[in-house]
């Protein structure tokens, strides 16, 4: 598509239920980013893929929180058992490729804005 | 590790006139240094960005020289617009990984 499409783009759950979002990236962007922005704070690094395969997991705040990837396209962050902390705008961006000079710059989503009451 | 200090907003100015949001940086290696803008309702967009040293981004009037002496890649605009009020968010991304690490952003408000 001609940007990165992220859906929903509100999302109200009850604490305890599960949530799933959607990032639809530019076509053929390899590198597929998910970013969480609360309020106050900067964008905190969730994953990271290249292809299908995440290198780097390491942001994901619990084990709640899941990601994949298919097709070298779309990707799913899964969130379980939604806590009140879980509230915020998750971002999901991808970028052309990643590399050593990976200085093109991401494009971002619009966002999720998840609210667990 | 890598980090990205903005100036905490918000910022308040009239419009037309002059702007600066700092931004300083600890990096090991040469990044990249960008400036992204997000505005209401919207995701984040890339402004400008510089690759290395004494390189100056610019884009729509806004202008940041990479300083490496200083650490530091401040955003300028010489005149402001109501259409400007936005957050604008620092980032760098090291050369040797694929993270961006954000600034926390600063909240500027014009107004008319």
């Known amino acids: 598509g001609a940007g990165v499409s992220q859906s929903p783009s509100n999302k109200v759950t009850e604490k305890g239920k599960d949530v799933e979002l959607r990032c639809d990236p530019i076509s053929g962007h390899t590198a597929l980013y998910w970013y969480r922005q609360s309020l106050g704070q900067g964008l905190e690094f969730l994953i990271y893929?290249?292809?299908?395969?995440?290198?780097?997991k390491s942001g994901l705040p619990s084990d709640r929180f899941s990601a994949e990837r298919t097709g070298g396209s779309v990707s799913t962050l899964t969130i379980q058992r939604t806590q009140q902390e879980d509230s915020a705008v998750y971002l999901c961006a991808s970028s052309p490729r990643q590399g050593p000079n990976h200085n093109y710059g991401y494009t971002f989503g619009s966002g999720t804005r998840l609210t667990v009451v | 590790g890598n980090s990205v200090t903005q100036m905490e907003g918000p910022v308040t100015l009239s419009e037309e006139a002059f702007l600066t949001i700092n931004c300083t940086y600890t990096?090991?290696?040469?990044?990249?240094l960008f400036w992204y803008v997000q505005y209401p309702g919207e995701g984040l967009q890339l402004l400008l960005k510089?690759?290395?040293?004494?390189d100056k981004g610019s884009n729509k009037g806004f202008e940041a020289t990479y300083r490496k002496e200083t650490t530091s890649f401040h955003l300028e605009k010489g005149s402001v617009q109501v259409s400007d009020s936005a957050v604008y968010f620092c980032?760098?991304?090291?050369?040797?990984?694929?993270?961006?690490?954000f600034g926390t952003g600063t909240r500027l408000k014009v107004l008319a």
């Open positions: 980032a760098l991304s090291d050369q040797g990984t694929y993270k961006y690490i």
């Open positions: 510089a690759t290395k040293a004494d």
């Open positions: 893929f290249q292809g299908n395969s995440a290198p780097d």
């Open positions: 990096a090991t290696g040469y990044p990249s």
